[in-house]
C-alpha cells in the first residue's frame, strides 16, 4: 500500500495545536513538553465512515514536566527513547516506563498522568497516533 503524504500546512498546524496544548504557560523557567511533528500520512482505509491518518510525534519532556489531564481522538501507541515516562489513563494504574519500553492508549480515553518524574534527566519518546483526518486538535485538554 502507498501512503499518501500529507501537506506541509496541515503538519504545521497539527504541530502548532500539539505544542499549545502541552506548553505551559508560565515562564522560561518552567519545564516544557516539547512536540515536534516527524510525519503525518493519510491512511488508504476508513474508520466509521471517516478518512484516517497516522501521525508520527517526537516528543521531550523536560526534567519534572508533564502534561494536563487530556484526551486523544486516536489510539496512540508510544516507545520511549530515554529517560523515564509515568503514565496513568482512565482508571488504570500509575505505570512507569523506561527507556526500550512501549505504551498504548485507546482512543478518546482520559490521559490522567503523563509526566517525567526525574529532576535531572529528560524523557523522550516517539509516538503514533491513528486518528480521524478530520480532527482538529490531537490533544484535548480535559475540562476543569
Known amino acids: 500500500m502507498k501512503l499518501q503524504s500529507v501537506s506541509s500546512a496541515i503538519l504545521f498546524f497539527i504541530s502548532v495545536c500539539c505544542l499549545a496544548a502541552f506548553t505551559f504557560a508560565a515562564g522560561a523557567a518552567e519545564p516544557k513538553v516539547h512536540v515536534k511533528v516527524l510525519r503525518a500520512d493519510e491512511l488508504p482505509v476508513k474508520q466509521n465512515g471517516k478518512n484516517m491518518t497516522a501521525t508520527m510525534l517526537d516528543v521531550t519532556l523536560d526534567p519534572l514536566a508533564g502534561s494536563p489531564p487530556h484526551r486523544h481522538p486516536g489510539a496512540v501507541s508510544g516507545y520511549i527513547l530515554e529517560g523515564t515516562f509515568e503514565f496513568q489513563v482512565g482508571d488504570g494504574p500509575l505505570q512507569t516506563f523506561r527507556a526500550g519500553d512501549t ?11 503523563g509526566r517525567n518524574p526525574d529532576p535531572e534527566k529528560r524523557t523522550r519518546f516517539i509516538v503514533t497516533m491513528v486518528h480521524p483526518s478530520d480532527a482538529r486538535q490531537l490533544v484535548i485538554p480535559e475540562p476543569k
Open 103 to 113: 505504551f498504548f492508549e485507546p482512543a478518546m480515553i482520559l490521559h490522567r498522568i
